[in-house]
């Protein structure tokens, strides 16, 4: 149960304190309150986009690998499916985002895979991606 997880809190909290921290060193130029201006793009990006990437990876494609013995070979709570999820995760945000950053996703997806293995549920998968995504999206884009 998500509730009483304290993996769970902690993998929520940590990465938009990272951000956070990012933000503070100066890492970012983006204005802090360009989600007032633009609230449809910021829900799209922070709400609508992270719903429909877990409905797709981990609510389908990572089941779909479960299915199989090799899926479902595993090491320290990670399986084989979750890793090939989060390398197709990573693939597809070649297109949306540059090399780096695109390829940085592959261990936020690892981590929304491993607790979508752990609650058999998509609900933490998805509060996890929201929450990253917000602390991205607010912080960094603009």
Same mark, same amino acid.
């Given at each position: ?13 940590? &990465? /938009? ?7 503070? &060193?100066?890492? %970012? ?37 479960? &299915? ?5 070979? %595993?090491?320290?709570?990670? %399986? ?11 693939? &597809?945000?070649?297109?949306?985002? /540059? /090399? ?7 261990? /936020?997806?690892?981590?929304? $895979? ?6 058999? %549920? ?12 917000? $602390? ?7």
């Amino acid at each position: 149960m998500i509730r009483r997880d304290p993996w769970f809190w902690l993998a929520l909290g940590v &990465a /938009p304190l990272i951000l956070l921290l990012f933000r503070l &060193a100066g890492q %970012s130029p983006a204005p802090l309150d360009w989600p007032l201006r633009q609230p449809g793009r910021f829900l799209g990006l922070v709400l609508l986009w992270p719903v429909l990437e877990e409905v797709v990876f981990r609510g389908a494609l990572q089941p779909s690998l479960s &299915a199989s013995a090799w899926g479902r070979l %595993s090491r320290k709570g990670f %399986s084989a499916a979750n890793g090939v999820t989060s390398l197709i995760f990573a693939g &597809a945000h070649l297109f949306s985002h /540059p /090399p780096l950053w695109a390829l940085s996703v592959f261990f /936020p997806s690892l981590l929304f $895979g491993y607790f979508r293995d752990r609650h058999d %549920s998509l609900l933490s998968p998805i509060i996890l991606h929201v929450g990253y995504n917000l $602390g991205y999206y607010w912080l960094f884009v603009g």
